[in-house]
């Protein structure tokens, strides 16, 4: 079940991620020579800035031809999230890059944004339980990717996405009110 406060994004979400080729369904599966088939698809190498995570993420169709989310919330756009949602198991990561993932969740701490715990690339979001079928990757984790060739969308998640206001720094303060002063006296 997905809370409350989510059910916007998640409605949202399940519309744009239908909706996000230039055509309304990927290319029929063709027979090759060999008895496979193959998809209009491709699987693109990604990482963050230091090598430390590497992964593949498979989109179907790719990636030219995807409509890749640009959202204004707090998180999207102090990360710098341009996100594409492809099935969980389309995104694999190398086996040694999974204990260097850091998670940072927020506000109702039911997602997982995921980081390079090395240089603190923003890699995307993983839905948890909310949205089983799939993370949020940010395309700028994909390797020799031309983002100015892509086509965007604009999504309003500042407006739409509740508390309706931006959270950032206010969840820190709540969680560790000890460090809260502490912090205030490094500052001065």
């Not at 399940?14 to 008895?35: C, K, L, R, V, Y």
């Not at 959202?71 to 990561?93: D, H, M, Q, T």
């Not at 890059?97 to 715990?117: A, M, V």
Request: aromatic share 10%.
């Amino acid at each position: 079940m997905i809370a409350p406060s989510f059910s916007p994004l998640y409605k949202f979400l399940d519309n744009f991620s239908m909706a996000t080729s230039t055509s309304p369904t990927s290319e029929p599966a063709t027979t090759i020579p060999s008895g496979e088939t193959t998809k209009n698809e491709q699987t693109y190498p990604c990482s963050c800035h230091c090598g430390s995570i590497t992964f593949t993420v498979t989109l179907s169709p790719p990636l030219t031809e995807q409509t890749v989310m640009e959202c204004n919330c707090s998180i999207c756009r102090r990360v710098g999230y341009l996100l594409v949602y492809p099935p969980k198991e389309a995104v694999v990561f190398s086996e040694d890059s999974l204990p260097r993932l850091s998670r940072y969740q927020f506000n109702t701490k039911q997602i997982d944004h995921l980081f390079c715990g090395n240089c603190g690339s923003s890699l995307g979001i993983d839905f948890c339980e909310f949205r089983q079928k799939g993370y949020g990757i940010s395309v700028r984790a994909f390797n020799n990717v031309d983002l100015e060739g892509l086509k965007y969308k604009k999504w309003d998640g500042k407006a739409k996405l509740p508390p309706y206001s931006d959270v950032s720094g206010v969840q820190w303060a709540l969680d560790h009110p000890a460090g809260e002063n502490e912090r205030k006296e490094k500052a001065t």
